[in-house]
Structure formats: structure tokens, C-alpha cells
């Protein structure tokens, strides 16, 4: 008899979860609705001019935009009496910023035993390992079965440097430009075999390495490419293993000489390929290029901005409901090619940093507190890779257990006008419209709170297209919701559709629509105060998808 009875007692336990879910009237009251109107379009607007201002340089992970962010909101949170959650009593969680990158100083270059200056006369763009190996010139390196060009035809090049020159700027798939006359359609049939770059054809055939001579676009542009490469990613110290002190399979390098370099190498030989020589040749026999590099790891901070109102109710106040957002945006662009240079990022996520803040003050505003308590989280790093939010689940600084349900603010503020045809449009919601992603994944009880409490409250327009785990556009793994959905909290992702400023110089405060971030904030803050009064903690009762079994 066994399953019925495990079906019924299942039946059973889910039935108070099952009937509040499925027929949930959440009841707003007046006074409720009173604190929730402390949130105003004014206020919202206030504090988004400042936070996406020029002045705040686009936020970038790490910046000093971010950090005076970051001492705005502590400013406003100490002057409401907020509790600080970050490390030993503050309201920051520090982490620290790693990036390997090459120690110029004790990097050492030679040719024929002559020292060169790495960063002046070398730099190494991609790749790893050290090289004592001689040099073969191979033309432009393109091996292109369909046009019958191969300069690999007479020359060996096993455990040498191949050097290539080829004018232009390199670009599409490789390191150096298309020859004259061939397009990317003439990379027709397979990579490696049918046609090849320089890469692919030396680290097929056993080269030490690549060799990229100045080109005209190399030698006016060597400051920048010098200054960009031989600088490993940055990554989150604490999330990231050491790289290992020798690299792990075989070392290949991909190196860019400075005319200085390359004059020296081809002194004296049969062809100068900066003057015009194609033709495939050994060079300087009997010559060596060594290079071994060093690396030092530099370290940056950044932080998490973490607060606690504390609850009225003696045992729920353990309890916490989690409200977030990334404060965060993808800083400057020197070289981008409009005048304005700063990725302002207003709606992304200037919006979701300002509702949280508003959200704060409205609860230190109201005449009563919440029976549950309520974290406030500002993530850093959420556009380099959802840095704050995997930092603060890996190294929570409060009882991760006990925080019952997150909800996650990102992209609230803009709307698509009327009449509005533009195509990058097309899937942004109207002014009384918004995307609800995450809260019917989890928790039935989650999904049926947040859904009663807008059909209570303002009854906007929740649209519940992306709120699948296989919707293509995989919108519940790209905020920082998902680090607490991977910890098992159940989560809700408030967001407004993908517009044309979405990660453009042109997310200006301005082109926000405030009465719609006023209602949505407004109904994000009571259906965090409708969790914070549950009776019982929304359980996790849906099958998960795959990505959130992985933890
Ligand atoms: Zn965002």
C-alpha cells in the first residue's frame, strides 16, 4: 500500500503550503499600503541621478565610482539605523580582486643572447610557458588550401618561434589580418586541414610559438596592445585557485614584437618582412629566441554592501527575507566610438541599487517593524560574473539557513512607449508591465505571495514568459538571484526587458520611467513584508532544475 499512503502523506504535508498557494488572497491592508507609499517616484529619482551619474564614472567592478556608491548607501543606512551585516560589524563585505600578470622587471627576453625590454620590445597577448627555440618566417601564416596559398610549404616549423607579418588590424578569427583578396567566406571546409592560421597551424605541428611582426597597426597602436595583454583576467581571489606555477599542457605562446625587435631579428637575413619579403625562410641559424616569463599577482578590493533591519517578532526575527540588487555596471569605455564614454548603467542595475535603498527607507519610516527581519544586499561584480552574490553564498556573514526567500531587483526602470517600433524594443514591458522570473521555480508558497500580493496591491502587468529555466535567453542564470537559488532559497527576479540601451553608453537616468519604478518598487516592498509575517517559511516543494541540483 505503500506509495498512496506516502502519496497521501504527502497530500498532507503540502496541503497547508498547496492551499495557501494555489488559493492565496493576500489581504494588503491600509496601513500597509500607508508604508509602502513612502516609496515615491521623487525619492527613486533622487538618489538615481546620483548613483548613475557621469561623476560615478558607470560603476565598474573595481572603481572608484563604486566605492563612493558604496559609502552613499552606508551613509543612508547608518543615518536610518540599519544594523550593519558586512565583515566584523560594517556594512561592507570586503573581497579581494586577483590578477596575474606579467612582472616586465623579471621577465627576461633575449635574441642571439641580446636582452630586450619586455613590454618595450616584446609583449605576450596570449598563451603560457617559457621558449628557447630559433626563428622561422612563414609570410602572412595563412594556409589556405582554397586559394592555394601555404607558406608552411618548404619551411618545418617543430619547436620554433613562427614570425608572420601581415598589415592591418587583426581581426574575425585570428591574431593576424586576412591576406589581401580573401574573405572570411573563403575559410571554407575544415580549420587546421583545409585552411589555417598561424595559431592553429604552429600548435598543430609542435611550435614553440607565434612571433607577430609590427605591422603599421601594431607599431602606432603598441602602447595599447602592450597595455591590454600580458594582464591575465581578474578574478575573485577566494572563488579562484591559484594558477599553477607551471602551466598544464604544452606552452605556446603568442608574442607581438616592437619594430625594434624585429629589426634586430632580421638584420643581415635574406628578406626583411618589414620591407616586403614573403617568401618562407629559416632565420639566423644558429640564433635562439628565449623568453621566460615571470608573473605577480596584483590584488584589488571591492565589496558587498550588506544591511539588517531587525524583525519585532521574538522567534521569526531569526528569519530573514533577502532583498538585492547589483550596484555595479561595466564602468568606461575609452576608446568607444561616440562621444559619450560612460556606461552610466541607470537602469542596469542603477534601478534595482535605488529601489533597495528606497525600500530601506520606507522601513525605517514605518511605525511598525516586520515580524521577520530584512537583509539588504548590494552585490558587487555582478557584470564580471555574478562576482558579489557567488561571494556572499560562499562566505555569507549571516545564517545563509535562515534567510527564507531572496528577492532579487534588476533592470526596473525603464518602459516601452507607445507606438515605440524600434527591434531592440521589442520584449520591453509597457509602464504597468514587468518580467517576473524564479518565483513559481521553487516554492509554490513563494510564487502564490508574490503573485496574491500584486493581485492585492496595484494588479500590474506580471509577465511570466522568461520564467523557465529553458527559455533561451536563460534570464534566471544571469542575475544574482541565482547564487542563493543554487543555496536553496527560493527566489523572485523583478525585471523590465531588454531595451536599446541595455549595456549602452545611453542608460542615462532620464530615460527612466519613475512612476513605474514607484509601483514596482512599492509592490516588491510589501510582497517582501507579506514573507516577513508568513506563519511558516515557504518550502522548497518544485522540482529543480538541473543547474540548481549542482550545489
Ligand atoms: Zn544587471
Do not use: C
Amino acid at each position: 500500500m505503500k506509495r498512496t499512503f506516502l502519496a497521501l502523506l504527502l497530500v498532507a504535508t503540502f496541503a497547508t503550503q498547496a492551499t495557501f498557494a494555489q488559493t492565496t488572497k493576500v489581504t494588503i491592508t491600509a496601513a500597509e499600503k500607508k508604508i509602502a507609499e513612502n516609496i515615491t517616484a521623487a525619492q527613486i529619482s533622487n538618489y538615481l541621478y546620483f548613483v548613475a551619474s557621469d561623476a560615478m564614472g558607470g560603476r565598474d567592478t573595481p572603481s572608484v565610482g563604486l566605492d563612493i556608491t558604496a559609502e552613499f548607501l552606508k551613509m543612508n543606512l547608518q543615518r536610518w539605523g540599519f544594523k550593519p551585516a558586512g565583515d566584523n560589524g560594517t556594512f561592507f563585505q570586503k573581497f579581494g580582486l586577483r590578477r596575474d600578470v606579467i612582472d616586465p622587471k623579471a621577465t627576461s627576453v633575449k635574441y642571439n643572447g641580446i636582452s630586450y625590454e619586455y613590454g618595450e620590445d616584446l609583449a605576450r597577448v596570449g598563451g603560457s610557458g617559457s621558449i628557447s627555440a630559433p626563428i622561422v618566417f612563414a609570410g602572412n601564416g595563412w594556409m589556405i588550401k582554397s586559394k592555394g596559398l601555404n607558406p608552411y610549404a618548404n619551411i618545418d616549423v617543430k619547436g620554433k618561434v613562427i614570425a608572420v607579418f601581415a598589415e592591418g588590424e587583426p581581426g574575425g578569427r585570428s591574431i593576424t589580418p586576412l591576406p589581401a583578396g580573401v574573405t572570411q567566406a573563403d575559410l571554407t571546409g575544415t580549420r587546421g586541414t583545409d585552411w589555417a592560421d598561424v595559431n592553429t597551424y604552429g600548435r598543430a605541428n609542435g611550435a614553440a610559438g607565434v612571433l607577430v611582426l609590427p605591422s603599421k597597426f601594431l607599431a602606432d597602436n603598441w602602447s595599447e596592445v602592450t597595455a591590454q595583454f600580458g594582464r591575465g583576467r581578474m578574478v575573485v581571489d577566494k572563488l579562484t585557485p591559484p594558477t599553477p606555477a607551471t602551466p598544464t599542457g604544452p606552452s605556446f605562446s603568442l608574442l607581438v614584437a616592437s619594430p625594434k625587435l624585429a629589426k634586430a631579428i632580421f638584420a643581415g637575413e635574406q628578406g626583411d618582412p618589414m620591407n616586403g619579403a614573403t617568401n618562407s625562410f629559416d632565420v639566423g641559424a644558429g640564433k635562439k629566441f628565449e623568453l621566460s616569463v615571470a608573473t605577480k599577482t596584483e590584488m584589488a578590493w571591492t565589496q558587498n554592501v550588506i544591511a539588517l533591519w531587525e524583525g519585532s517578532d521574538p522567534t521569526l526575527k531569526a528569519e530573514m527575507v533577502a532583498v538585492g540588487a547589483h550596484y555595479d555596471h561595466v564602468g568606461t569605455n575609452p576608446n568607444a566610438p561616440g562621444p559619450d564614454k560612460i556606461w552610466n548603467g541607470a537602469d542596469d542595475d542603477g534601478s534595482g541599487t535605488v529601489a533597495v535603498l528606497s525600500i530601506a527607507e520606507a522601513l525605517a519610516k514605518a511605525p511598525k517593524r516586520p515580524k521577520r527581519s530584512v537583509l539588504l544586499v548590494w552585490h558587487a561584480g555582478e557584470e564580471k560574473g555574478l562576482w558579489g552574490a557567488d561571494y556572499f553564498n560562499k562566505f555569507p556573514t549571516v545564517d545563509i539557513k535562515k534567510v527564507i526567500a531572496q528577492l532579487n531587483i534588476d533592470m526596473i526602470g525603464r518602459s516601452k512607449a507607445a507606438g515605440d517600433t524600434n527591434p531592440k524594443n521589442k520584449e520591453l514591458s509597457g509602464p504597468n508591465d514587468i518580467y517576473v522570473i524564479g518565483s513559481e521555480m521553487m516554492s509554490s508558497t513563494l510564487g502564490a505571495v508574490v503573485k496574491g500580493t500584486n493581485s492585492g496591491f496595484l494588479k500590474l502587468g506580471y509577465d511570466y514568459k522568461y520564467d523557465d529555466p529553458k527559455d533561451p535567453n536563460r534570464f534566471f542564470f544571469r542575475s544574482d538571484h541565482f547564487h542563493y537559488a543554487q543555496n536553496g532559497i527560493p527566489v523572485t527576479f523583478w525585471f523590465d526587458g531588454e531595451h536599446e540601451d541595455y549595456h549602452q553608453p545611453g542608460d542615462h537616468p532620464d530615460k527612466i520611467d519613475y512612476q513605474k519604478m514607484e509601483k514596482v518598487t512599492r509592490t516588491i516592498f510589501l510582497t517582501m513584508w507579506e514573507l516577513t509575517d508568513l506563519k511558516e517559511r515557504p518550502k522548497v516543494d518544485k522540482e529543480l532544475p538541473a543547474e540548481l541540483k549542482q550545489r
